[in-house]
């Protein structure tokens, strides 16, 4: 299958300052992608050099096989932008139909695209009486007009409360189901780990890691700590039996490489019942994208 | 096309909600009743029908008030959705640049069309109430509606070049008031005060009249009281008028409008959000 969207060598600068510096990726039809970064790390200069509102320095970029901004490229692509704003004197419903007339859809469509979103009561209400993450679904809306190859989606949960975050998620599910491609850049975490293929780790302009979850894993080798508890009379015993761990009170804690991650379980199941209980925690992923972002120098 | 005018009536229905329908067909509305209760102590001495004398001061209404209304309705247009944040997301979707400006131009020509016409259409039935004879002025009534809107349709086009050379609606409105004092008031201060240095010189018998074509809103009051009969009722550059060819003020008048979108696209193509 050829990919949706294929970026090559991409460099864009501000002045003197380097905004992406060389990044390489391809997103392949119905696979969603998650970018992450640290404030100014690049997303939103990416996202905006993909949709053709800004210029790039140097390197190749196609979208859904054209050339980005092309009108071709941008029947193809949705875009939800980071803070989505709209006409505060136009009703969430007038605005809807008229992004689907700049499609050529029916604009009879707008009422069910709000349903979809939650909208449809405040349907014919000005979007200046909306709260934030009403008008976060506005734009998510927006971006399901037709049926785009290609959704770049700036930060789209931002402002949504978590049921809404589950909801959309699943919305994103069905269309990636359908073969659509999904670009999402996100703070949180915990979310994108669940719900995307890939991650993209961008630290000031560079593509420092990608690939999915269980691949940064093993590439970024991030120590395994286990917690354990023995039976109150065994403490000396077990902490005997384990002469690297650190005692906090009546808990041992170790940490030791992947590799040996077995080899140190087995040790621990040695000693059998003088052993309480015991927890491993492999690394969040809240560890291995600081892994990533400090290596480049954060 | 379907583009253009989904535009336009979005547009049409945000210029609603703003109030700017309403202001602009007041504002004409109110003028025209000035003028036509002050037109009517002056009866009949001029020796023309009492509609003819209403256009000719409407005419010197119209320069000044079709320009200033026009660039109310566009300065906004452009550096409003950059401020909002709304332009990024509207250059991703397929419409082209020229189709976003010709969407808010048909829909701001609409608004200033009716607020003209409910303007002379005043001054016509106040006119015609009290004068049989006002038929007669009609022509010329028909003229100046129509030599308004591309008036307008010039404004406007300059509005939306200032709206996306300044990118914030603070400085575009100051852009706009800036041009409209240059182009309706110090012009014509400039070209008088030259005449009078000049003191029938070349420069009267040769650049005055291309200055004055050169510049919409003289073009538009040279159309308007060249083709009139009542050109003795006006005062000021309209001696002029009968120097000038009429085919001379009317291609200016016709130019204008597309020279002023032409300029207001190839500004709204350097913007980017
Ligand atoms: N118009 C601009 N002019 C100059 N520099 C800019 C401009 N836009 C962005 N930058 C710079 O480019 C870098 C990347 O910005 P960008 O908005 O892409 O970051 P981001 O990853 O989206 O951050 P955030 O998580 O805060 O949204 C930043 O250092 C920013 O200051
Ligand atoms: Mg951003």
């Known amino acids: ?298 | 096309m379907n583009r253009i005018t989904a535009t336009a009536g979005a547009e049409f229905r945000i210029a609603v909600r703003n109030r700017w329908v309403a202001i602009s067909i007041a504002m004409m509305a109110l003028f025209s009743l000035v003028l036509s209760a002050a037109g009517s102590s002056a009866t009949g001495t001029i020796g023309a029908d009492r509609l003819s004398v209403v256009v000719a001061s409407l005419t010197s209404l119209a320069v000044y008030l079709v320009p200033l209304v026009a660039l109310l309705m566009s300065f906004d247009a452009i550096a409003g959705e950059v401020e909002r944040g709304t332009l990024s997301l509207l250059l991703t979707y397929p419409v082209s640049r020229p189709e976003i400006l010709l969407g808010k131009l048909l829909a701001h020509l609409a608004i200033l069309t009716l607020a003209v016409a409910v303007g002379y259409g005043i001054a016509a039935v106040a006119a015609l109430a009290v004068d049989g004879e006002a038929i007669a002025g009609l022509p010329a009534l028909w003229r100046l509606l129509w030599s308004s809107v591309l008036l307008g349709a010039t404004f406007l086009g300059v509005g939306y070049a200032a709206s996306a050379l300044a990118r914030r609606p603070s400085g575009a409105a100051g852009l706009a008031i800036g041009v409209w004092l240059g182009l309706i008031v110090l012009y014509d201060l400039g070209l008088l005060a030259a005449i009078v240095a000049d003191n029938g010189g070349i420069f009267t018998t040769k650049v005055f009249p291309l200055a004055l074509l050169a510049n919409p809103a003289d073009a538009f009051r040279l159309y308007n009281l060249a083709a009139s009969q009542a050109t003795s009722a006006a005062a000021g550059v309209a001696g002029a008028a009968n120097t000038i060819p009429i085919w001379a003020s009317l291609t200016s008048i016709l130019l204008w409008p597309l020279a002023a979108i032409a300029l207001a696209t190839a500004a709204f193509r350097k913007v980017t959000p």
């Open chain 1, 1 to 298: 299958m050829t990919p949706t969207l294929t970026l090559q060598c991409l460099t864009k600068t501000y002045g003197s300052q380097r905004a992406l510096s060389e990044v390489s990726l391809t997103v392949a039809p119905g696979e969603r992608v998650a970018l992450l970064g640290h404030n100014g790390a690049g997303k939103s200069t990416m996202m905006k050099i993909i949709l053709g509102l800004i210029p790039y320095d140097s390197g190749e970029l196609l979208v859904t096989g054209a050339a980005p901004g092309s009108p071709a490229a941008r029947r193809q692509v949705a875009y939800l932008p980071e803070n989505a704003a709209f006409h505060p004197a136009l009703t969430g419903l007038e605005q809807i139909r008229h992004y689907l007339a700049l499609r050529g859809e029916n604009s009879a469509l707008g009422i069910g695209l709000l349903e979809r979103v939650g909208l449809g009561p405040a349907a014919k209400r000005r979007i200046g009486t909306y709260s934030k993450g009403m008008r976060q679904r506005v734009g998510l809306a927006q971006a399901l007009i037709g049926k785009p190859q290609l959704l770049v989606l700036d930060e789209p949960t931002g402002g949504l409360d978590p049921v809404s975050r589950r909801d959309f998620y699943e919305l994103l599910d069905g269309l990636a189901a359908e073969g659509a491609s999904i670009l999402l850049s996100s703070h949180a975490l915990t979310e994108v780990e669940a719900r995307t293929d890939r991650i993209l780790i961008l630290s000031g302009g560079v593509l420092v890691a990608e690939g999915s979850l269980g691949d940064l894993r093993r590439s970024a080798a991030l120590p395994v700590s286990f917690q354990v508890t023995p039976q109150r009379e065994a403490l000396a015993e077990v902490a005997l039996a384990l002469p690297e761990a650190t005692a906090t009170g009546e808990t041992l804690t170790l940490s030791c490489d992947q590799n040996d991650k077995l080899r140190l379980l087995a040790r621990i199941t040695e000693l059998g019942s003088k052993v309480a209980d015991i927890d491993v925690h492999p690394p969040s992923l809240e560890d291995i994208y600081s892994h990533f972002s400090k290596r480049a120098g954060q």
